[in-house]
């Protein structure tokens, strides 16, 4: 007989001598060898991790985790899969590149006889083949949604963000946090990268330091659920551009068509749907090809995404628009395109942008039309590109993201905001994703080795004198509004229970609360000068389960700090409370921020009588002493201060709409 460790499988060696001690901890042993059964029983198995997002990051990142051996890996995305993703999302392939995400197959359909696949499931077929071993669940939907409650996460030892959107970022470390669950968030701007390793109590959460959220928007959902002005400038520019007078990313194979019978129509379907745009090129120059493109992108496509319902739960779903009524009312305006198009600093109306879109169809058509004339034999077949100083491009792009705006209940913008929007864009780099990866997964190490004081916040960055940074991780700031509050859940019975049990059965009599507040995501529900809603059911003022009620103290001297309470809905039975904690809790005091001496040149200067500082009497470098050391948690050495990139990034998109000077970073 062979030896045990004869037994494992190559790769399981590999893991074993290469992991060590983590081995038992992030291998969900799967195999059937007697060597892998004793590896399962001499370690507690921790390897359920949640992966949110699939991008650019999250393709490398989900490598990774699958060659790296992690035993059960659930994916979480509700992405699209585009032209520009392909240089480096390197799990999808030109046949995966559909405007409907639910049509979308694995990269050899003829070797796939399963269902039609989402993106979220190309992603978990794709990288199952690097290691069959692993248990992949994909999970095509918003992160937000409410069947990911704090339950669900709490089923995970370890989440993995690699998201581009600063809502979705918030909303996961919120839910990591309720649910006790250590996350690793990441993103990536151009070549500037971070990793941030987050444990509730133990380390700074992604809240605890301020985002400039005015100037930052995602656009991972700019193909199927835009939500902003710049989602819809970005589809014009990048893709509905480039389709009609660049590259199409629709020229893709035919697909193999020998499927089961009950997937020969979506099949069918998909087919069509591939050579629908390639057909309307072909039409350029002809007066019904304004029309052709409408109706594609403005009709077709708009009930196509209408009829996917499970999209539109929790969001108003977009309107399609008829051409024949918006040209009716654009020709009772009288209005001619270029006329329009002069007005640049006004918002159009609906006829208007339907006025500029045509005729700067036209327009580009007949310079296409005359540059695929004069090209010369042997050389690529002539393209547009988009110039934000090339007014006939800018009309097109600016007509074409106002028209999805209005489809999608979005405020239009004026040509002027958005030739500033569209002007700059910074693209996403792989090389980036993929260093940003490995580093994700080895701070992951150190977090399930329970080595957090090993543990390191990771910065890339390409200007400064090293690639990469990093610095030990920070205690949470007390006044955070994510972390730095009293977490609990408030089990009630929706049928019975009232603001007004949770004001005066918890808060008051078992909490002691005095002067205080309720708030949740919409506003407050209820403060000492807002009582009208204490006989409310908690139904009726938008409280259900899994959201989430913070309780302000409103005591000046010495209050409570804020208390977070996420909603647990239970039938009780009617001889008992309709409302009560599910653990019995105290809830801190603020602390008090005591005044510190300034140090100046060595010396410490202490405030003065009526506590202002007494100023420096020259101007001056201040030495650093101990007392001025960063916190850091325990088992750690001092942070020193020094100069660290902190990107706000994002993986693969960040979108910056400012005046003048903001960048546009997009997937590209």
């Not at 692993?134 to 339950?151: G, M, S």
């Not at 409408?294 to 739960?313: A, C, G, H, P, Y």
Request: with cysteine; proline share 6%; glycine share 6%.
């Amino acid at each position: 007989m062979q030896p045990p460790t004869m037994m494992l499988t190559q790769r399981e060696r590999f893991h074993r001598q290469s992991l060590g001690v983590l081995y038992g901890k992030i291998k969900q042993v799967r195999s059937s060898t007697p060597m892998a059964a004793i590896v399962a029983d001499l370690f507690e198995l921790q390897s359920r991790v949640l992966m949110v997002g699939a991008g650019g990051i999250g393709c490398e990142l989900l490598k990774n985790l699958v060659l790296t051996g992690f035993g059960e890996i659930h994916i979480v995305d509700l992405d699209t899969i585009d032209l520009s993703n392909l240089n480096r999302q390197f799990l999808f392939r030109y046949e995966h590149i559909k405007k409907s995400k639910a049509l979308v197959r694995p990269n050899d359909q003829k070797q796939w006889p399963g269902p039609v696949l989402t993106a979220a499931q190309v992603a978990k077929e794709s990288a199952g083949r690097f290691n069959p071993q692993v248990k992949l669940e994909a999970h095509h939907a918003n992160i937000k949604d409410p069947q990911f409650n704090i339950d669900w996460f709490s089923g995970f030892n370890l989440v993995f963000n690699a998201l581009d959107n600063l809502d979705a970022r918030r909303h996961v470390n919120k839910m990591c946090l309720a649910a006790d669950v250590p996350l690793i968030e990441s993103g990536t701007t151009g070549f500037n990268g971070q990793v941030q390793v987050i444990v509730k109590g133990k380390s700074e959460c992604y809240d605890c330091n301020t985002k400039e959220t005015p100037k930052s928007f995602p656009v991972c959902t700019i193909r199927s659920t835009p939500s902003q002005p710049i989602h819809c400038i970005v589809w014009a520019k990048s893709y509905l551009f480039t389709e009609i007078f660049g590259t199409s990313e629709d020229e893709v194979p035919e697909f193999d068509h020998s499927q089961d019978s009950e997937n020969a129509a979506e099949i069918d379907n998909l087919r069509k749907e591939a050579q629908a745009l390639n057909q309307i090129r072909q039409s350029m120059g002809s007066d019904d090809f304004p029309r052709k493109i409408f109706e594609k992108v403005f009709t077709d496509d708009i009930n196509r995404l209408r009829s996917m319902q499970d999209m539109w739960k929790t969001r108003q779903p977009p309107t399609a628009l008829d051409f024949d009524t918006v040209a009716k009312s654009s020709a009772s305006s009288g209005e001619v395109g270029e006329s329009v198009a002069k007005r640049d600093q006004v918002t159009w109306t609906l006829a208007e942008n339907f006025t500029v879109f045509c005729d700067s169809l036209r327009r580009l058509s007949h310079r296409l039309q005359q540059a695929q004339g004069s090209e010369i034999n042997g050389k690529a077949t002539a393209v547009l590109s988009f110039d934000k100083d090339d007014d006939d491009t800018l009309d097109f792009v600016a007509a074409s993201a106002n028209i999805r705006s209005i489809i999608f209940g979005i405020p239009p913008r004026s040509k002027f905001d958005i030739k500033q929007m569209a002007g700059n864009i910074i693209p996403a780099i792989a090389t980036t994703n993929a260093m940003t990866a490995g580093l994700c997964v080895m701070q992951a190490f150190k977090v399930l080795r329970g080595d957090l004081h090993k543990a390191k916040n990771v910065f890339l960055e390409r200007p400064g004198a090293r690639v990469i940074n990093s610095e030990p991780l920070r205690p949470p700031k007390p006044e955070c509004p994510a972390c730095g509050v009293m977490s609990s859940r408030l089990v009630i019975d929706p049928s019975r229970a009232t603001l007004n049990h949770l004001v005066e059965d918890v808060l008051q009599s078992k909490l002691g609360y005095r002067e205080f507040s309720i708030n949740n995501e919409v506003g407050t529900l209820y403060d000492p000068d807002l009582d009208d809603n204490v006989s409310k059911k908690f139904s009726e003022l938008g409280v259900k389960a899994d959201s989430f009620l913070t309780i302000i103290d409103g005591d000046e001297e010495n209050p409570h700090v804020n208390l977070s309470l996420s909603i647990s809905e239970r039938s009780l039975p009617e001889d008992s409370a309709p409302i009560s904690l599910s653990a019995d809790i105290t809830v801190p005091r603020k602390q008090k921020i005591e005044t510190e001496p300034v140090h100046q040149n060595g010396s410490s200067v202490h405030p003065n009588g009526n506590g202002a500082v007494t100023p420096p009497t020259a101007p001056g470098k201040r030495k650093r002493t101990g007392s001025l050391e960063e916190p850091t948690i325990e088992g750690q050495q001092p942070i020193k201060r020094g100069k660290v990139h902190e990107t706000a990034g994002a993986d693969d998109v960040v979108l910056v709409d400012g005046p003048n000077d903001g960048a546009i970073v997009i997937d590209d």
